[in-house]
């Protein structure tokens, strides 16, 4: 494994930290306020090529290594994790359709996906299963040229803007893949506001009532849904969140060491203090643990290896986990100004929440990872 970012994964980084700097850092607080995502923000990601980052070229992305997507999560994640999300489902969308689509669906859907005309959302969780896959209410019926889906999706990530939804439904009694258009007959979308964290993430419930979409928008074949698909988009997401949660980490790190540096109590700094030197130095050692086992999981993305999987489920385990603290000590640091709304920290501690939940919580990843080792 290589630690040293090469030059252009470093011109990458710096980019992607600019145009966060400049475009998302400085009004994050606002999308948070009023729950949205605005749509200029998305299309100027699209125009520098974030959207379409996994995908090929010849779909007009940018085919990027697995090391320049977590940087690009990282960065990204660090101005604002709402905006991050979208990264991560509209790209498992994208996955989906490139490993498991036939040719026409990508020549459909997958040139759309990388200008940003189309955006794309996963659809697993319900409201009575939640992420429990092999268990999903949802169901599709062929009848003729169509199917018919029938149930709901719940808390699904810019669920009220994406275009394509990649939705699981059990079919002939096995949990299957289906591209669900937002214009199908019988499909609705309903916002889900106060969430306590990534609130302009735009999350929605999706309600299929006889919703009809043709049959050429399964996605490979029926019973392929769970051991495919879904294992796969989550696997990719839990590589993003793990890379977004190392970016919020280091935006905790940047405001501590400023705050800290300037603050006066006792007529010193109070980075002079022992105590906050000690919060401050293991941010630091958990944020870089973290993001060397994002760049380790990366790493073994990019060459195949068949631990991939187990390395993404560490990293998002340690780098989910580590940031509920780092987010609470930043606040601790900063006092009662860590506390108001206008400090972009007490948004990282609610975000940071969120994180030991989606794509699998803290328990579950405990799970897993022990039973993998025996």
Not at 298 to 311: G, Q, V, Y
């Amino acid at each position: 494994m290589i630690l040293e970012l090469t030059q252009k994964q470093q011109t990458w980084q710096e980019e992607i930290r600019a145009f966060v700097n400049n475009e998302i850092v400085p009004i994050a607080n606002q999308y948070d306020k009023e729950e949205v995502t605005p749509p200029e923000l998305i299309m100027k990601m699209a125009d520098h090529g974030y959207l379409g980052a996994l995908l090929p070229q010849e779909y007009g992305g940018r085919g990027l290594d697995y090391v320049s997507l977590g940087i690009l999560n990282e960065e990204v994640g660090r101005g604002c994790s709402s905006v991050r999300s979208l990264l991560t489902v509209h790209g498992m969308a994208s996955l989906s359709i490139l490993r498991w689509g036939n040719q026409e669906q990508k020549d459909r859907w997958l040139p759309k996906f990388a200008t940003g005309e189309l955006l794309g959302a996963f659809g697993l969780t319900e409201p009575n299963i939640g992420t429990d896959a092999k268990n999903i209410e949802t169901t599709a019926v062929l009848s003729g040229d169509h199917y018919i889906l029938n149930g709901k999706k719940k808390w699904i990530t810019y669920g009220q803007i994406a275009d394509l939804y990649l939705v699981f439904a059990q079919c002939e009694g096995r949990p299957t893949a289906f591209l669900v258009e937002r214009n199908s007959p019988g499909f609705t979308t309903h916002p889900i506001k106060g969430v306590m964290g990534t609130r302009a993430s735009m999350l929605a419930e999706l309600h299929m009532d006889e919703c009809r979409i043709p049959k050429e928008n399964m996605l490979s074949r029926v019973g392929f849904g769970l051991t495919y698909v879904a294992t796969n988009c989550l696997d990719y997401g839990r590589f993003t969140i793990a890379s977004g949660c190392v970016g919020i980490g280091q935006a905790c790190i940047d405001a501590c060491l400023e705050y800290t540096a300037s603050r006066i109590q006792f007529g010193l700094p109070i980075a002079n203090h022992q105590l906050i030197k000690k919060m401050i130095a293991e941010m630091i050692t958990n944020v870089k643990a973290a993001r060397l086992l994002c760049h380790q999981a990366s790493f073994l993305k990019d060459i195949a290896h068949p631990n991939s999987m187990k390395e993404t489920w560490i990293a998002k385990y340690f780098a989910s986990t580590m940031l509920a603290k780092i987010t609470t000590d930043a606040i601790q640091i900063h006092g009662a100004y860590g506390c108001s709304e206008e400090n972009s920290l007490q948004r990282y501690y609610r975000d940071s929440r969120v994180m030991e939940i989606i794509e699998g919580t803290t328990q579950m990843h405990e799970i897993i990872i022990a039973d993998s080792m025996y």
